[in-house]
């Protein structure tokens, strides 16, 4: 076995023990007609991608009297069709939780990717 292989097997196991699953939206965007000098609207679509194996450390704090959801989430990266972005959505957890992305981490090895570190937040 390789060392990618074993950290692999690692990864899968851990997350298999601990994790959960949930899924990422991944809202569409307008594009710019700069004949017209204007915006096309995309409308509500999105695409999802389901993700199985998540562990987050994400904890709630209350900031100038609003609720707010921040910390860090790890998605499995075997198994998903497209790659976290900034400003897509996870949707995980027993109350289904709406996580906003903030920054995306990369955690590889030999250049090919295990894990995604993803910066979340939500606010009510």
Same mark, same amino acid.
């Given at each position: &076995?390789? =060392?990618?292989?074993? &950290? ?9 023990? =601990?994790g959960t699953?949930?899924?990422?939206? =991944? ?21 999802? @991608? ?17 609720? @707010? ?5 790890? @998605? ?27 920054? @995306? ?12 570190e993803l ?6």
């Amino acid at each position: &076995m390789t =060392f990618r292989t074993d &950290m692999q097997d690692l990864v899968t196991e851990l997350l298999a023990e =601990f994790g959960t699953t949930g899924q990422l939206e =991944f809202p569409t965007t307008g594009t710019y007609d700069a004949s017209t000098r204007r915006a096309t609207d995309p409308g509500p679509t999105t695409l999802d @991608v389901v993700c199985s194996d998540i562990i987050d450390a994400v904890r709630k704090v209350e900031v100038d009297g609003s609720k @707010v959801t921040s910390g860090k989430v790890k @998605v499995k990266a075997e198994g998903l069709t497209l790659t976290p972005r900034p400003n897509c959505v996870l949707v995980h957890g027993p109350l289904a939780t709406r996580l906003t992305v903030g920054e @995306v981490t990369t955690r590889s090895v030999n250049g090919l990717p295990l894990v995604y570190e993803l910066a979340v937040r939500s606010g009510t």
